[in-house]
């Protein structure tokens, strides 16, 4: 009976779907000096930016990179892993953006690119603090956060006089794929 029970209970544990957080291969755990943030990438949404962050990622590349630009009640950017400072990027070639209808509201991670040329993000992405309904459609959403928005809420915030510019930032400390 006991066995019965328990091969029961593992059929059941079988085919229930695994929690978002439990699907390690489209997660970001950034490891920063607040704490730590979990992110979902949407690979649905934008497979091609999921994808270089993982990459990314799993070559060191955001390992010590700051949050650069922090401004309070709208976004928090980091990724720079080239100069650091938010004007570099990867070795990589710039991808095409891959827009939806998915809106930037809190916790929303999306990349950042230049200026106003929509296929030129690279390596920076930027996780918001609120909602911001002039982002929709302009920039690719690529995740959400999971877990750690009170991490991303005590991120150094920059000067409103320097676009957000933070001095002596916060700092990916170790960002790797998997929750």
Known sequence: MYRFAALALLSVALMAPAPVHAQGKDTLR???????????????????HADRILTLAKEGFYNNVPFHRVIDGFMAQTGDGQRGDGTGGSKYPDLKQEFSKV??????????????????????????FGESASLNGQYTVVGEVLSGMDVVDKLKKGSQAQNGAVSDPDKIVRATPGS
């Open 30 to 48: 950034l490891e920063t000096t607040k704490g730590n943030i979990v992110i979902r990438l949407r690979r649905d949404l934008a497979p091609g």
């Open 103 to 128: 809106p930037y509201q809190r916790g929303v991670v999306g990349m950042a690119r230049k200026g106003n040329s929509v296929d030129s993000a690279n390596s920076q992405f930027f996780i918001m």
